[in-house]
């Protein structure tokens, strides 16, 4: 149980483009959707945190008209990447929980890695 | 604020010895904590976690940790290492709870298993 999934898996995109990343938890219902940033090598670094139905959250220093999320259910949220630039670049992983005044667990997708041109 | 320290970047072990990564956090209630596995090009998989009661946590794949309070730690092991093993590991603590539910990572231990 617990299976997050991301698609694509991997995009090559021109600059200037945007990009869309889907990700879905198959088996439970995800109140809340976390997207994260790998560089190589690194750790991940929190993007936003998303509840379903509400806007997302985003982390000091992350551009929210950048990084456009969007949870409109309880299985699926997306990441759109705005004008994608080379610096943009990474491996860019979801992960999703249920939610309430305990700590849950997250379940991770296996990643986007997103290569712009 | 919270913080997560792994000391070890890189760790090289013989197939069936032992292993023991570390984990150290900063935390001012009690934790919630986690370690994860990474294979190459791929997402986070949970090995296991704590949240109350037993401080020494079974998980998945023959590991298990233990919680000290005393020292902020929370110490990966596995008596005997696979090959299979070799993957980057990850010690993250829940910050928030509730409705944020946030991990803080390490830096992450980068495991290599030599035959």
């Known amino acids: 149980g617990a299976v997050v999934s991301q698609h694509p898996s991997w995009v090559i995109c021109k600059s200037g483009t945007s990009v869309k990343i889907e990700c879905r938890s198959l088996?439970?219902?995800?109140?809340?959707m976390f997207w994260y940033r790998q560089f190589p090598k690194q750790s991940l670094m929190l993007m936003a945190t998303?509840?379903?139905?509400?806007?997302?959250?985003?982390e000091q220093g992350v551009e929210k008209d950048k990084f456009l999320i969007n949870h409109a259910s309880l299985t699926l949220s997306t990441l759109t990447v705005t004008s994608a630039h080379p610096e943009d670049s990474s491996f860019y992983i979801c992960?999703?929980?249920?939610?309430?005044?305990?700590?849950?667990?997250?379940?991770f997708g296996p990643g986007t890695r997103l290569l712009v041109l | 604020a919270q913080s997560v320290t792994q000391p070890d970047i890189h760790i090289t072990v013989s197939e069936g010895a032992s292993l023991e990564l570390r984990c150290n956090y900063s935390?001012?209630?009690?934790?919630?904590l986690f370690w994860y596995v990474q294979s190459p090009g791929q997402g986070l998989q949970l090995l296991l976690k704590?949240?109350?009661?037993?401080?020494l946590v079974q998980g998945i794949k023959g590991f298990e940790a233990e919680f000290k309070r005393s020292q902020s730690s929370f110490n990966l092991r596995k008596p005997s290492v696979h090959w299979s093993d070799a993957a980057e590991y990850f010690c993250?603590?829940?910050?928030?709870?509730?409705?944020?539910?946030?991990?803080?990572f390490g830096t992450g231990t980068l495991l290599a298993v030599q035959p």
């Open positions: 992960s999703a929980s249920t939610s309430g005044r305990v700590m849950k667990t997250q379940y």
């Open positions: 998303s509840n379903e139905g509400s806007k997302a959250t985003y």
């Open positions: 935390y001012g209630a009690t934790p919630y």
């Open positions: 993250a603590v829940g910050a928030g709870g509730g409705a944020t539910n946030k991990l803080i």
């Open positions: 088996d439970f219902q995800a109140t809340t």
């Open positions: 704590y949240f109350s009661g037993d401080t």
